[in-house]
């Protein structure tokens, strides 16, 4: 079985899918860290993160990146943005998305395109969304628990920078997938969302089995 999970930033979609993973007992891949891998590379390279060359060059790093705690850095989700809009970094990144994804047993993914290009097949999608300011103000109170000093405006700015490159690019554009539902986050409780996204699901899967 996989479960699709796509949705802008600070969205909640990592949340849920993690919560989803551990209801139904499967592995969870957030395959934002991936392209978070390669901002992070890029900028240790010293390189610039929208020259597809640079971060085509940065694509080939360890597992043992993914732990880095710097690529839950806001600096660093800038970054996996702009390396996210090359072609040839999405397909270098494709085939370690799909492994996961068909492994045995199945899987859960969030991100971008899963529903769209990684696993269109999937047997349920869903749409993580939430209102700017929501978002905005998810990422101010995740940076005060960490000790940062945000700024309102600045995190709003660039959540819309972010949406923007990221509904806009010619590649793997962020959209909502056919056949995917719609979970709108801004007014939910982390619970109400967990539960609302498991019924969801749960239709979901009941519906393909009719079918």
């Known amino acids: 079985m996989i479960i699709a999970v796509d949705g802008p930033a600070a969205s909640g979609k990592g949340t849920i899918a993690k919560a989803l993973g551990r209801h139904y007992g499967l592995p969870v891949l957030d395959t934002g860290l991936l392209y978070r891998a390669v901002g992070l590379a890029v900028l240790k390279a010293g390189g610039d993160p929208d020259i597809e060359s640079d971060a085509l060059a940065a694509c080939s790093f360890g597992d043992e990146t993914l732990a880095d705690p710097a690529l839950r850095s806001e600096a660093v989700g800038s970054l996996a943005s702009r390396v996210s809009v090359h072609q040839a970094v999405r397909d270098a990144l494709v085939r370690r998305q799909r492994d996961f994804a068909t492994q045995p047993g199945g899987a859960i993914l969030d991100g971008r395109d899963i529903g769209t290009v ?6 349920a999608k869903l749409f993580v969304t939430a209102s700017v300011h929501v978002r905005a103000q998810r ?12 700024d309102m405006d600045s995190l709003i700015a660039d959540i819309q920078a972010r949406d923007t490159r990221d509904m806009s690019r010619d590649h793997a554009p962020l959209k909502v997938a056919d056949g995917a539902d719609l979970l709108d986050t801004s007014d939910l409780s982390i619970d109400a ?8 699901v749960d239709a979901q899967l009941e ?4 079918g």
Do not use: F, K
């Open 193 to 200: 969302a967990v539960r609302q996204a498991i019924a969801l």
């Open 118 to 123: 990684i696993a269109p097949d999937a047997h």
């Open 207 to 210: 519906g393909r089995s009719r």
């Open 139 to 150: 990422r101010y109170q995740d940076a005060l628990s960490h000790g940062g000093h945000p």
